[in-house]
């Protein structure tokens, strides 16, 4: 146990070291904005003939958190933690066989600890502060200089929310990230091993993608064609990009997905694979875990536009159809190609349709939302059927099945759907402050942009983080620990005594 | 004295304790079984792996009773427990050496 922490001492230590030679540091002078996760702002780099400058001159009124945006998105946080603890962690949960029931509660559980605090420590200041286009920097490490009056800038200029909020708001997405990955390797892996890839993964993989895709200086630096190409400059790469991802589609779901991909194949299959029952204990915990995750949802995509707006009920109104076309589109599928609709398959369907929606939610239109979760919930049945057996790998509870297909569905079909033809709202130009002209297969490429970063960054990481937990203390469990489940050998405890 | 065990339905239980409740017999010990006979299995599907499940969900019954009682309490449950479709169990009859009711003592036929 010993040389356990110290392990981990030393690799927290060394990951900072890392980040540190990766990032030369020249972000000496704090800039006082604030970090947001956003849609990337199309700069029309014509004459600046529509900019009217003078029209942005803020009256001089110190500017302050509105009360109404800070209450919704204490309640939004509030709610993505109900998506991961117990949303997530039983939706899972009730996926594993009996005896491996509380290993995978204690993956998710420890996983969302270990990842608030490591947020506090260094996450939030390396993804959200500025740097290069791909880390952030360590003027915040350890929140410092975060006070109850420093604001987070929202995507309207002169609206902000406090700072606090938003580091806690950001910091259930980088919780609940690595929390997905378990579901890839579940009913084999080593309880200190997740651990050990979490803190890796989490350093090398989310905090760079988050900052890649969401980092930008706020909608207040652009007040004109030149100001915005200087702002647009210290935004991270994808979003200089022009990839859009509203609430985490590349972030949250491909970058989890591909992880949970990569680590089921350097894993292994679980003893028994097509051989013995390895069916779900209990799909009643799974439906219940997948409706809190469907609820949390409501915080994760609606929470992601940082105002209580008429935005934002957008983003609700599609984030709702979207999860339920999904499920009918699962439900559908499965009936007419296997016979029997299930439950497991609706609330597949469901949480399918939320991951592909979460990138579009803030440009799609109603009808677009229930278009890309229909073809979700089809693609996603047919990834973790007919794909996944063809492939042969063991992805225990379909992260990549789920996750990483429908969130690459979901980026790439952001481009079709934000189109102001087919309904969507089109990319707001924060320069001219009106709707920028939209081309699809522009925003085609943007997006592949994110897809294929996020695959290859992953991808890249995941793979090293692996060899490397591998390496200094093994990935897998013994054959008779497996046999005998996690709960017992890993935890000392059952789930059920009944 | 004969040791009757019956392998039934989970469903026509109530329908078997009734049968035999109504002969006098004053007590059953029922267990939660799994097995399998002549009805087959199913199979299940979880986000397309299936698993076939062979044994199906049964109940067990054990009932002692005297010499002479036994075949009607066969016969009874027996009726109790039919629809006429396949799955519906079994009944083992099997000579019972000792009865004793832990209670008084008391052994053999008084014992039931």
């Known amino acids: ?498 | 004295m004969k040791l009757i065990t019956a392998v039934v339905k989970p469903f026509k239980l109530d329908d078997v304790r009734e049968a035999l409740s109504e002969l006098g017999v004053s007590g059953v010990t029922v267990t939660e079984v799994k097995g399998f006979g002549r009805q087959k299995g199913h199979t299940e599907l979880y986000r397309g792996a299936e698993y076939v499940v062979d044994f199906l969900p049964k109940a067990k019954i054990e009932v002692a009773v005297t010499d002479e009682r036994t075949d009607i309490a066969v016969a009874a449950i027996s009726k109790a427990a039919s629809t006429g479709k396949i799955g519906d169990g079994k009944i083992f009859v099997t000579a019972l050496e000792q009865v004793i009711r832990i209670r008084t003592g008391e052994t053999g036929d008084e014992a039931l």
């Open chain 1, 1 to 498: 146990m010993k040389s356990l922490i110290s392990t981990f001492m030393l690799f927290s230590l060394l990951s900072f070291v890392g980040v540190a030679a990766a990032e030369p540091a020249s972000s000496a002078v704090e800039i006082k904005t604030l970090a947001n996760p956003s849609a990337p702002v199309t700069v029309s780099m014509e004459a600046s003939a529509v900019v009217a400058t003078s029209a942005e001159a803020a009256p001089a009124v110190v500017p302050s958190a509105n009360k109404g945006d800070t209450a919704w998105m204490i309640v939004a946080t509030i709610l993505v933690i109900l998506m991961v603890i117990p949303g997530l962690a039983l939706f899972y949960g009730g996926m594993v066989r009996a005896k491996n029931m509380l290993s995978v509660l204690m993956q998710v559980f420890v996983i969302f600890s270990l990842t608030a605090v490591l947020w506090a420590i260094f996450g939030y200041s390396v993804a959200f502060t500025e740097g290069s286009a791909f880390f952030g920097g360590f003027d915040k490490l350890f929140l410092k200089g975060i006070t109850p009056e420093s604001l987070a800038a929202t995507f309207s200029k002169g609206v902000y929310v406090p700072e606090y909020i938003y580091v806690a708001f950001q910091l259930t997405f980088s919780a609940i990230t690595p929390a997905l990955i378990v579901g890839a390797f579940a009913e084999r892996v080593k309880f200190s091993a997740v651990l050990l890839f979490t803190v890796i993964w989490f350093t090398f993989s989310y905090l760079p993608l988050a900052h890649m895709v969401w980092y930008w200086a706020g909608p207040d630096a652009y007040t004109d064609a030149a100001a915005a190409e200087k702002a647009g400059a210290t935004a991270g790469f994808l979003f200089q990009k022009g990839a859009l991802d509203f609430a985490g589609g590349t972030v949250v779901h491909i970058n989890a997905g591909i992880a949970g991909l990569v680590g089921c194949l350097m894993i292994g299959k679980r003893i028994g694979f097509k051989k013995e029952s390895l069916a779900p204990h209990s799909v009643t915990m799974t439906m219940v875990g997948a409706s809190l995750l469907w609820v949390g949802w409501f915080g994760f995509n609606v929470g992601s536009n940082l105002e209580a707006n008429g935005l934002a009920a957008l983003v609700f109104v599609n984030t709702l159809l979207a999860a339920a076309a999904a499920t009918l589109g699962w439900v559908f599928a499965e009936w007419l190609l296997r016979g029997k609709p299930s439950m497991l398959g609706g609330a597949s369907g469901a949480v399918a349709g939320l991951v592909a929606i979460t990138p579009a939610c803030g440009w799609a239109g109603p009808a677009g939302s229930i278009l890309l979760g229909l073809v979700a919930g089809v693609v996603c049945f047919w990834s973790v059927t007919s794909l996944k057996s063809k492939l042969g790998y063991d992805d225990s509870l379909d992260a990549f099945g789920v996750h990483g297909i429908g969130g690459i569905l979901g980026a790439l079909g952001t481009a079709v759907v934000a189109s102001p033809a087919l309904g969507g709202t089109g990319v707001w130009d924060y320069v001219s402050n009106s709707v920028a002209e939209y081309s699809m297969i522009g925003q085609l490429i943007s997006q592949s942009w994110g897809v294929i970063v996020a695959i290859i960054w992953s991808g890249i990481v995941s793979y090293l983080a692996y060899k490397f937990v591998d390496i200094v203390i093994g990935l897998r469990v013994p054959e008779e620990v497996e046999r005998e489940g996690l709960d017992v050998s890993s935890h000392g405890e059952t789930a059920y005594h009944l």
